[in-house]
């Protein structure tokens, strides 16, 4: 594995990573705002993640300097379904981040009948900076291969901004086992190999404090992994 791999954006830069975004949100624009729409057409995994993260978290706050359980972070939340699936059933206040209007909508929508408290930011990560110092868990999940390599180092220094003492960001994502850079044409994403995920969070001053597979996913589907990771 190369760790010094990019995401593919050589020559005019700018231009590219410009076209990068614009095709992205295009993609997104097409796509039905439900869990089906979110998850690619397999819905049918959205339960078996979320008790995986469930056990994820419940296994962060096992650790001696964990996090507090007042305020987390959706980010490239969608529709809300890690919001309502996950995060409100162990936070009294969950913000989501989505850039889509329409998912975010649907989001309101959804959550409207529950008991849901929390702020909702129409934007996409690369443009997000968070309240100083108000998080304990900032949850990023399956949106990162939206950004650019130097986009997803400077979004992880905001993070840390935004969180609270002992507050964590959780990565998960997939991973390519090629070792390389893969890139999906189709809705404007990369894929990165493990190598270069770690290289990146080190980048922007965080560490990994506890890593995990996600379990019980189709034997086709990529590699995905979660990262609690806090600053150095």
């Not at 439900?34 to 993640?49: A, Q, R």
């Not at 305020?71 to 206040?93: E, H, S, W, Y």
């Not at 990023?140 to 507050?167: A, M, N, Y």
């Not at 190598?195 to 404090?209: D, F, N, Q, S, W």
Request: proline share 5%; charged share 25%.
């Amino acid at each position: 594995m190369n760790n010094s791999a990019k995401s593919g954006f050589d020559g005019d830069v700018e231009s590219k990573e410009s076209a990068f975004y614009v095709d992205a949100a295009k993609y997104w624009e097409q796509v039905p705002p439900t869990v089906d729409g979110m998850l690619g057409g397999l819905s049918s995994i959205s339960d078996i993640d979320l008790k995986g993260s469930q056990r994820f978290l419940n296994s962060i706050y096992q650790l001696v300097e964990c996090p507090g359980k007042e305020r987390a972070l959706d980010g490239g939340a969608g529709i809300g379904r890690v919001t309502q699936g996950f995060l409100m059933k162990n936070f009294p206040v969950v913000d989501l981040v989505e850039q889509d209007h329409q998912f975010l909508e649907e989001a309101k929508v959804s959550l409207k009948p529950t008991n849901h408290k929390g702020q909702f930011f129409n934007l996409g990560l690369q443009k997000f900076t968070p309240e100083p110092c108000v998080y304990d868990i900032m949850w990023v999940q399956w949106v990162l291969g939206h950004l650019t390599d130097e986009d997803l180092i400077s979004f992880l220094k905001r993070c840390k901004l935004g969180l609270k003492p002992r507050g964590l960001i959780v990565l998960k994502e997939n991973l390519t086992s090629s070792g390389e850079v893969e890139m999906d044409s189709t809705d404007s994403s990369v894929t990165r190999p493990h190598a270069l995920v770690v290289e990146l969070i080190k980048k922007a001053g965080l560490r990994i404090i506890k890593e995990q597979k996600q379990q019980r996913f189709p034997a086709d589907l990529y590699e995905v992994r979660m990262f609690a990771i806090q600053p150095v």
